[in-house]
C-alpha cells in the first residue's frame, strides 16, 4: 500500500529536474523563465529573458501567484538549492509543470563558457 502511494505521488509531481542542455534546447522567449536569486545576484549575470523574483522575498508566494499556472515554468537559482525551495511553493500554488534547471546559474555559466 506504501508503494502505491509513493508511485501515486511520485506521478502527480508537477516538478521536473531539467538539464542544462536540454534546457538550452527548449530555450525560447516563449517560456517562462523565473531566476529567484537576489536582485543583487540577478544584476551580476542572469539567462537572458529571465524575470527575478526572490524566493528569500517576503512576497514571493504573492508575486509567484500572479503568473499563469498552466503554462511550463523554467526556475533557476544559483546552484539548484532556492529553485527546489521554489518549486516546492510554487507547486502548492497549483503550478502543473515547473522545471528545476539543474545545477543553476553555475551549470548554465558552465555550459555557456560564461565567465
Known amino acids: 500500500m506504501i508503494q502505491l502511494l509513493f508511485f501515486h505521488l511520485l506521478f502527480q509531481?508537477?516538478?521536473?529536474?531539467?538539464?542544462?542542455d536540454l534546457f538550452y534546447l527548449e530555450l525560447s522567449s516563449e517560456n517562462l523563465l523565473i531566476d529567484v536569486r537576489t536582485p543583487e545576484e540577478f544584476k551580476e549575470g542572469h539567462?537572458?529573458?529571465?524575470?527575478?523574483?526572490?524566493v528569500l522575498s517576503g512576497d514571493f508566494k504573492k508575486k509567484i501567484n500572479e503568473l499563469p499556472?498552466?503554462?511550463?515554468?523554467?526556475i533557476y537559482c544559483?546552484?539548484?538549492k532556492r529553485?527546489?525551495?521554489?518549486?516546492?511553493?510554487?507547486?502548492?500554488?497549483?503550478f502543473k509543470k515547473i522545471?528545476?534547471?539543474?545545477?543553476?546559474?553555475?551549470?548554465?555559466?558552465?555550459?555557456n563558457l560564461i565567465e
Open 47 to 54: 539567462i537572458e529573458g529571465a524575470l527575478n523574483i526572490s
Open 69 to 74: 499556472k498552466e503554462a511550463p515554468v523554467y
Open 78 to 80: 544559483r546552484s539548484g
Open 99 to 111: 522545471f528545476d534547471i539543474e545545477g543553476g546559474y553555475i551549470a548554465w555559466k558552465k555550459f
Open 83 to 94: 529553485s527546489k525551495k521554489a518549486a516546492i511553493q510554487m507547486d502548492s500554488l497549483g
Open 13 to 20: 509531481s508537477s516538478i521536473f529536474t531539467i538539464s542544462v
